[in-house]
C-alpha cells in the first residue's frame, strides 16, 4: 500500500514537471512576441491563395509574402505568413505601394507575423501547468510532512 502511495505520488510530480516544461517550450514563442516585439510597417510583395496541404487535409489559404527592414542591425527581410481563405488582402495606397503592419523579434529570421495577431492557449496552459504541478508540490510536501 504504501508502494501504490508513493508511486502515485511520484508520477504526479514527474507528470507535473513534463507538463510545465512542454507547455513553457510551446508558449516560447510567444512570450518573446509578448516582451521584445518590434513593430514596423511593411510592404505588401505578394498575396496569394495557396492549397496548404496537411497530414489528413488540405485547405485554402492566402500566403502573405512582405519585406521589413530590421531595426536592429538595419537589414532588410523577406518573410511570409498564413492567413485563412477569408481574409482580405488591404487595398493599395495611393503611391500603389500596400503596407501591412508586422510585429518582429529583431534579429530573429522567420519570426515575424501580422501585428496584433496573438496566440494565448500556449501562455494559459503554461500557467495552468505552473498552478497544478505548485499544488501537487505542497500537496506532496505536506504528505511527506506529516
Known amino acids: ?18 507538463a ?37 487535409s488540405s485547405r485554402t489559404i492566402y500566403r502573405v509574402e512582405y519585406l521589413f527592414t530590421d531595426e536592429s542591425d538595419g537589414s532588410r527581410r523577406r518573410e ?3 492567413m485563412p481563405e477569408d481574409w482580405a488582402p488591404p487595398a493599395a495606397g495611393a503611391d500603389g505601394n500596400t503596407i ?9 529570421k522567420d519570426q515575424s507575423r501580422l501585428s496584433g495577431e496573438r496566440r494565448y492557449v ?12 505548485s499544488l501537487w508540490g505542497w500537496q506532496t510536501w505536506r504528505e511527506l510532512k506529516y
Do not use: C, N
Not at 36 to 55: F, I, M, N, P
Open 122 to 133: 500556449a501562455p494559459i496552459l503554461f500557467a495552468l501547468a505552473i498552478v497544478v504541478a
Open 100 to 108: 501591412i503592419p508586422v510585429e518582429y523579434i529583431p534579429g530573429s
Open 20 to 56: 510545465v516544461i512542454v507547455t513553457g517550450i510551446l508558449s516560447w514563442e510567444e512570450v518573446r512576441f509578448m516582451t521584445s516585439a518590434a513593430k514596423v510597417d511593411a510592404s505588401l510583395v505578394s498575396a496569394r491563395l495557396e492549397q496548404d496541404k496537411g497530414r489528413f
Open 80 to 82: 511570409s505568413f498564413k
Open 1 to 18: 500500500m504504501i508502494f501504490d502511495a508513493e508511486t502515485r505520488r511520484a508520477g504526479r510530480i514527474i507528470g507535473a514537471i513534463i
